[in-house]
């Protein structure tokens, strides 16, 4: 990682936070590291350990007795976050402050209120701590409700295509998917991000029916090419079937975006510039679809779990019983301490089959980051890889490498105690539910202790370390709690690193020369001669 940079020059001098390096607790957990807790070892894990090491908040459990942590690393953890002022951060986000920023550069200058869209339930015996935010929220809210009870009693729709594209897709999407035991009958939901034609065909060519399809369009920015030119490839398709795409186009965007054209839209519903796409799941971005799909109640619910998480992660000092701030805690032992580059997040739930996706965008889009908030190039690593399947179609592919492959992949394992639909069966003394979940617990205690015999090639070294997160059931209030647990792990990471976890420049670069190479196309499409010698079109030009 370099350190210096002739592009990056300090214009402000003095930081307010320690270097990374000079923080009493990372010189504490580095030299707890030399010899961390090894879970390999005979009778490292116990009763006792299991019963001790273990958080919950809003019907979820985290276990950590499989992480390669003692109570020493615990506390010198804990010690690290007050150092670096983590609860002082998330107080400032909750509350409005400007955070979303560089200090002395050119950056986003903005707040960073994902959390005001739930704060909407506390009867305001205690104000909201972002009021006006919630107040705005409030508004598109009530119109949701109103819309959702218009769908309901005219019976006009049945079907919904949702168009977006990362924050506007991954997270709505995710959660869609993880609900289908709570699906309105008679509703479906589709979604196209891909600017591939095909996406976009493969879903046009499912739907049953065209005249009873709802279309969102779903960008904050409103001007996402992918989502523009997917937009205006679906318009056209209605209008080829004799449909008028004013009666079936609906929209969520930022106020005043280029998408802000309400005569276009049947209806048009609000985010605002303080919802990063990757945390816009609770904001309009997933309310409409979710609420057409799984019902306005179910939607309330997913607000209700994320709110109350949100209360865990900013209410409860004592790292042991925040699961948010214990969680990005052991990632950063995980990632900083031991050296490990990835997470693999392994649900052992089919209905969270896109959680991960969901999770890969919200956590490496806001924490691959190689600057702190003051510019300066960072000297240790940030967030890690994170990648994963739901087992146990996972164990039969990748869990291979992850028990005797020579890279260790920290886990987070994610189960629930009740199948969504209740359809099992008992099968020689236990249901499928109780299979799902012994392969869980397994494979857990598989990667910390490990099993070691004369045969090298059946050893397992362990102390390979994971946690499991735990619930009773994946209904709309623990969707929502588990949601919120990993959008302020991610927070709570960011400041730990005391980087900026709320822009994304790294992927600007990308957008630019994809844009360059569109000019190269449209010349090819007119007939007109693209110059040879640039690398732009040497690179069209292998196209076969
Ligand atoms: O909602 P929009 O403005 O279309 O943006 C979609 C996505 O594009 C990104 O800016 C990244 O390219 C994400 O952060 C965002 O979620």
Same mark, same amino acid.
């Given at each position: 990682?370099?350190?210096?940079?002739?592009?990056?020059?300090?214009?402000?001098?003095?930081?307010?936070?320690?270097?990374?390096?000079?923080?009493?607790?990372?010189?504490?957990?580095?030299?707890?590291?030399?010899?961390?807790?090894?879970?390999?070892?005979?009778?490292?894990?116990?009763?006792?350990?299991?019963?001790?090491?273990?958080?919950?908040?809003?019907?979820?459990?985290?276990?950590?007795?499989?992480?390669?942590?003692?109570?020493?690393?615990?506390?010198?953890?804990?010690?690290?976050?007050?150092?670096?002022?983590?609860?002082?951060?998330?107080?400032?986000?909750?509350?409005?402050?400007?955070?979303?920023?560089?200090?002395?550069?050119?950056?986003?200058?903005?707040?960073?209120?994902?959390?005001?869209?739930?704060?909407?339930?506390?009867?305001?015996?205690?104000?909201?701590?972002?009021?006006?935010?919630?107040?705005?929220?409030?508004?598109?809210?009530?119109?949701?409700?109103?819309?959702?009870?218009?769908?309901?009693?005219?019976?006009?729709?049945?079907?919904?295509?949702?168009?977006?594209?990362?924050?506007?897709?991954?997270?709505?999407?995710?959660?869609?998917?993880?609900?289908?035991?709570?699906?309105?009958?008679?509703?479906?939901?589709?979604?196209?991000?891909?600017?591939?034609?095909?996406?976009?065909?493969?879903?046009?060519?499912?739907?049953?029916?065209?005249?009873?399809?709802?279309?969102?369009?779903?960008?904050?920015?409103?001007?996402?090419?992918?989502?523009?030119?997917?937009?205006?490839?679906?318009?056209?398709?209605?209008?080829?079937?004799?449909?008028?795409?004013?009666?079936?186009?609906?929209?969520?965007?930022?106020?005043?975006?280029?998408?802000?054209?309400?005569?276009?839209?049947?209806?048009?519903?609000?985010?605002?510039?303080?919802?990063?796409?990757?945390?816009?799941?609770?904001?309009?971005?997933?309310?409409?679809?979710?609420?057409?799909?799984?019902?306005?109640?179910?939607?309330?619910?997913?607000?209700?779990?994320?709110?109350?998480?949100?209360?865990?992660?900013?209410?409860?000092?004592?790292?042991?019983?925040?699961?948010?701030?214990?969680?990005?805690?052991?990632?950063?032992?995980?990632?900083?301490?031991?050296?490990?580059?990835?997470?693999?997040?392994?649900?052992?739930?089919?209905?969270?089959?896109?959680?991960?996706?969901?999770?890969?965008?919200?956590?490496?889009?806001?924490?691959?980051?190689?600057?702190?908030?003051?510019?300066?190039?960072?000297?240790?690593?940030?967030?890690?890889?994170?990648?994963?399947?739901?087992?146990?179609?996972?164990?039969?592919?990748?869990?291979?490498?992850?028990?005797?492959?020579?890279?260790?992949?920290?886990?987070?394992?994610?189960?629930?105690?009740?199948?969504?639909?209740?359809?099992?069966?008992?099968?020689?003394?236990?249901?499928?539910?109780? +299979?799902?979940?012994?392969?869980?617990?397994?494979?857990?205690?598989?990667?910390?202790?490990?099993?070691?015999?004369?045969?090298?090639?059946?050893?397992?070294?362990?102390?390979?370390?994971?946690?499991?997160?735990?619930?009773? +059931?994946?209904?709309?209030?623990?969707?929502?709690?588990?949601?919120?647990?990993?959008?302020?792990?991610?927070?709570?990471?960011?400041?730990?690193?005391?980087?900026?976890?709320?822009?994304?420049?790294?992927?600007?670069?990308?957008?630019?020369?994809?844009?360059?190479?569109?000019?190269?196309?449209?010349?090819?499409?007119?007939?007109?001669?693209?110059?040879?010698?640039?690398?732009?079109?040497?690179?069209?030009?292998?196209?076969?």
């Amino acid at each position: 990682i370099p350190t210096t940079s002739p592009g990056l020059m300090r214009l402000k001098g003095g930081s307010s936070m320690p270097t990374w390096s000079d923080n009493p607790a990372v010189i504490k957990l580095r030299e707890i590291a030399k010899n961390p807790y090894d879970l390999s070892a005979k009778d490292a894990i116990s009763p006792a350990r299991i019963n001790m090491m273990q958080a919950s908040a809003c019907g979820l459990k985290l276990l950590y007795a499989t992480e390669r942590v003692d109570e020493a690393t615990v506390d010198a953890l804990s010690n690290l976050a007050k150092e670096r002022d983590v609860f002082g951060k998330m107080k400032a986000m909750m509350d409005g402050e400007v955070i979303n920023k560089i200090e002395s550069y050119e950056s986003e200058n903005r707040k960073v209120l994902h959390t005001a869209m739930r704060d909407v339930f506390d009867k305001r015996n205690e104000a909201p701590a972002a009021k006006e935010a919630s107040d705005l929220e409030m508004t598109e809210l009530s119109k949701l409700k109103d819309w959702c009870n218009k769908l309901d009693k005219e019976k006009t729709f049945t079907d919904l295509i949702l168009i977006g594209i990362g924050g506007s897709d991954l997270g709505p999407r995710a959660l869609y998917l993880a609900l289908q035991g709570y699906k309105k009958d008679n509703r479906r939901v589709h979604f196209v991000s891909n600017v591939d034609p095909d996406d976009a065909a493969m879903v046009l060519k499912s739907i049953p029916d065209l005249s009873k399809t709802l279309v969102l369009v779903c960008s904050k920015s409103g001007g996402t090419l992918e989502t523009l030119t997917n937009e205006q490839l679906v318009r056209d398709y209605f209008v080829k079937k004799g449909l008028d795409p004013k009666k079936h186009f609906a929209c969520v965007t930022g106020k005043g975006s280029p998408m802000d054209n309400p005569a276009e839209y049947l209806i048009s519903f609000y985010m605002f510039d303080y919802i990063g796409g990757r945390y816009s799941a609770t904001s309009m971005v997933g309310g409409p679809m979710l609420a057409f799909g799984l019902g306005y109640q179910n939607y309330e619910m997913i607000l209700k779990g994320a709110h109350d998480m949100d209360r865990n992660a900013i209410g409860e000092k004592d790292v042991r019983k925040n699961l948010p701030l214990l969680l990005a805690l052991l990632g950063v032992w995980n990632r900083n301490f031991l050296g490990h580059q990835t997470l693999a997040v392994l649900p052992y739930s089919q209905a969270l089959v896109r959680f991960t996706a969901h999770l890969q965008q919200l956590d490496m889009e806001s924490n691959g980051k190689h600057i702190d908030r003051e510019g300066r190039f960072v000297d240790y690593a940030t967030g890690p890889i994170i990648w994963g399947e739901p087992g146990t179609n996972g164990q039969h592919s990748f869990y291979q490498l992850i028990h005797q492959g020579t890279d260790v992949v920290p886990c987070e394992f994610v189960g629930f105690t009740n199948s969504q639909f209740g359809m099992d069966l008992d099968v020689k003394g236990t249901t499928s539910q109780q +299979k799902l979940n012994s392969n869980l617990l397994a494979q857990s205690l598989a990667m910390a202790q490990g099993h070691i015999t004369s045969n090298p090639n059946k050893c397992f070294d362990g102390n390979r370390p994971n946690c499991v997160i735990l619930g009773k +059931k994946l209904d709309p209030y623990t969707l929502g709690a588990l949601l919120a647990l990993y959008e302020h792990k991610v927070a709570f990471q960011g400041f730990l690193w005391d980087i900026n976890s709320f822009d994304q420049e790294g992927v600007q670069l990308g957008k630019v020369l994809a844009n360059q190479f569109l000019d190269i196309y449209q010349k090819v499409n007119k007939g007109e001669a693209v110059p040879a010698t640039d690398n732009l079109s040497a690179l069209v030009q292998q196209m076969p």
